[in-house]
C-alpha cells in the first residue's frame, strides 16, 4: 500500500470525514436518517478466496431510525478501469454478511443489517464501467433469469465531480476539498483551498495533521518537485508557501517574457527597442531598478516615461 493509499485511509478513519463523505454526496433519503453521533468502525479482517487478506477495506457502521446500516468504503487507486468491479464489490459484501452471520449480528427481525458499497476512485480516465453485477451476466429466457444474482454498488469517480463542480470552493466540505487538492494543477486554487481547510479542520486536530502529511509527502512533491517542505509544520505555513510560489512564478513568467521581447527589439533597433520595454514594464508595475537593470535606459529616460499618460 503506497503513502497515498495510507492517507486516503487514514481519511476516512475518521468519523468526520465519512459524515462529510455521506452528507456532502450520497443524497439519498436514507441518509438523513443516521445518526452519526452512532458511527463506529468495524475491526474485522477478511481473507478473499486466493488468501490474500485486504488492507484497504474501510468499513463502519451507524445507527438510523431502522437499525444498523453498514457502509463498506473501498478505496480503490487503479490506473484503469476494472470491468468486474461489480463482482469485486459482490464477493466483499458477501465476506461481510458471513462475518455477521458468524458474529450473530441480526436485526430485531433476525435478518442481515443493509449494506452500502461504494467505491472511491480517483483515476486518469473517467469511470465507465458496469455498477451493476446483473449487466455483466448474459440474460436467457425460459426463466433462467430470475436465478441471476442483483447487486449494486456506487462509485464516486473524484474526477468527474471536480469537473463537474468547477468554482464550487467555498461551498464544499472537508471530503469534496480533498478531490479539489487533488486534481488542482493551479497554485492560486491549492492556496485558496489550503485556507479553507485550515478552517474547516479547526475543531479536528488529528485532521488537520493528516491532511498536513498528505499535502507534504504526497501532493506538493509532485505539484512543485524541488520545494523544500521539512521546514513545513502548519498549513497555514503550506498557505504561505504556495502564495509564494505563485508570486516567483508570476515575475520569472513576466521576466521571460520581457526578456524576450528586448531580444527581438534588440534586432529593430537599440534605443527604440529600451523605450518599448520599459514602456511594456512600467504597464506592469515593476520597479524601477528592474526596469533600469534590464532594458539600460537612462533615470532621465526612464523619469520622463513616467510622466507620459
Same mark, same amino acid.
Given at each position: 500500500?503506497?503513502?497515498?493509499?495510507?492517507?486516503?485511509? *487514514?481519511?476516512?478513519?475518521?468519523?468526520?470525514?465519512? *459524515?462529510?463523505?455521506?452528507?456532502? +454526496?450520497?443524497?439519498?433519503?436514507?441518509?438523513?436518517?443516521?445518526?452519526?453521533?452512532?458511527?463506529?468502525?468495524? %475491526?474485522?479482517?477478511?481473507?478473499?478466496?486466493?488468501? &490474500?487478506?485486504?488492507?484497504?477495506?474501510?468499513?463502519?457502521?451507524?445507527?438510523?431510525?431502522?437499525?444498523?446500516?453498514?457502509?463498506?468504503?473501498?478505496?480503490?487507486?487503479?490506473? &484503469?478501469?476494472?470491468?468486474?468491479?461489480?463482482?469485486?464489490?459482490?464477493?466483499?459484501?458477501?465476506?461481510?454478511?458471513?462475518?455477521?452471520?458468524?458474529?450473530?449480528? +441480526?436485526?430485531?427481525?433476525?435478518?442481515?443489517?443493509?449494506?452500502? =458499497?461504494?467505491?472511491?476512485?480517483?483515476?486518469?480516465?473517467?469511470?465507465?464501467?458496469?455498477?451493476?453485477?446483473?449487466?455483466?451476466?448474459?440474460?436467457?429466457?425460459?426463466?433462467?433469469?430470475?436465478?441471476?444474482?442483483?447487486? *449494486?454498488?456506487?462509485?464516486?469517480?473524484?474526477?468527474?465531480?471536480?469537473?463537474?463542480? =468547477?468554482?464550487?470552493?467555498?461551498?464544499?466540505?472537508?471530503?469534496?476539498?480533498?478531490?479539489?487538492?487533488?486534481?488542482?494543477?493551479?497554485?492560486?486554487?491549492?492556496?485558496?483551498?489550503?485556507?479553507?481547510?485550515?478552517?474547516?479542520?479547526?475543531?479536528? =486536530?488529528?485532521?488537520?495533521?493528516?491532511?498536513?502529511?498528505?499535502?507534504?509527502?504526497?501532493?506538493?512533491?509532485?505539484?512543485?518537485?524541488?520545494?523544500?517542505?521539512?521546514?513545513?509544520?502548519?498549513?497555514?505555513?503550506?498557505?504561505?508557501?504556495?502564495?509564494?510560489?505563485? %508570486?516567483?512564478?508570476?515575475?520569472?513568467? %513576466?521576466?521571460?517574457?520581457?526578456?524576450?521581447?528586448?531580444?527581438?527589439?534588440?534586432?529593430?533597433?537599440?534605443? &527604440?527597442?529600451?523605450?518599448?520595454?520599459?514602456?511594456?514594464?512600467?504597464?506592469?508595475?515593476?520597479?524601477?531598478?528592474?526596469?533600469?537593470?534590464?532594458?539600460?535606459?537612462?533615470?532621465?529616460?526612464?523619469?520622463?516615461? %513616467?510622466?507620459?499618460?
Amino acid at each position: 500500500m503506497t503513502y497515498h493509499d495510507k492517507s486516503y485511509k *487514514r481519511f476516512f478513519s475518521d468519523p468526520f470525514m465519512v *459524515r462529510e463523505l455521506l452528507t456532502g +454526496f450520497i443524497h439519498e433519503p436514507w441518509v438523513e436518517t443516521l445518526d452519526f453521533t452512532t458511527l463506529e468502525t468495524v %475491526k474485522s479482517q477478511f481473507i478473499t478466496d486466493d488468501f &490474500r487478506q485486504r488492507e484497504d477495506d474501510i468499513i463502519w457502521r451507524v445507527r438510523s431510525t431502522e437499525g444498523w446500516v453498514y457502509v463498506y468504503l473501498l478505496i480503490e487507486f487503479q490506473s &484503469r478501469i476494472d470491468r468486474f468491479m461489480a463482482v469485486r464489490m459482490l464477493t466483499y459484501v458477501s465476506l461481510l454478511y458471513q462475518e455477521l452471520i458468524r458474529q450473530k449480528q +441480526f436485526t430485531t427481525a433476525g435478518k442481515l443489517p443493509p449494506v452500502f =458499497p461504494i467505491v472511491l476512485y480517483n483515476g486518469e480516465s473517467r469511470w465507465h464501467a458496469s455498477v451493476d453485477i446483473q449487466d455483466l451476466i448474459q440474460t436467457v429466457g425460459g426463466g433462467l433469469s430470475r436465478y441471476t444474482p442483483s447487486m *449494486r454498488y456506487l462509485v464516486l469517480d473524484e474526477g468527474q465531480w471536480v469537473a463537474q463542480s =468547477p468554482g464550487r470552493q467555498s461551498q464544499v466540505n472537508l471530503v469534496s476539498a480533498l478531490f479539489q487538492m487533488e486534481y488542482s494543477q493551479s497554485p492560486e486554487v491549492l492556496a485558496e483551498l489550503v485556507g479553507y481547510l485550515n478552517d474547516w479542520s479547526a475543531e479536528h =486536530p488529528r485532521l488537520k495533521k493528516v491532511f498536513l502529511g498528505w499535502l507534504k509527502r504526497v501532493l506538493l512533491p509532485n505539484r512543485f518537485p524541488g520545494v523544500k517542505l521539512d521546514q513545513i509544520n502548519d498549513l497555514d505555513e503550506v498557505k504561505d508557501m504556495l502564495a509564494e510560489r505563485v %508570486k516567483n512564478w508570476t515575475e520569472e513568467w %513576466k521576466l521571460q517574457g520581457l526578456q524576450e521581447g528586448l531580444e527581438q527589439g534588440l534586432e529593430q533597433g537599440h534605443e &527604440r527597442a529600451q523605450v518599448q520595454i520599459a514602456q511594456k514594464m512600467l504597464s506592469q508595475g515593476l520597479s524601477d531598478t528592474l526596469i533600469l537593470e534590464l532594458t539600460g535606459i537612462s533615470a532621465e529616460a526612464l523619469k520622463i516615461l %513616467k510622466q507620459q499618460p
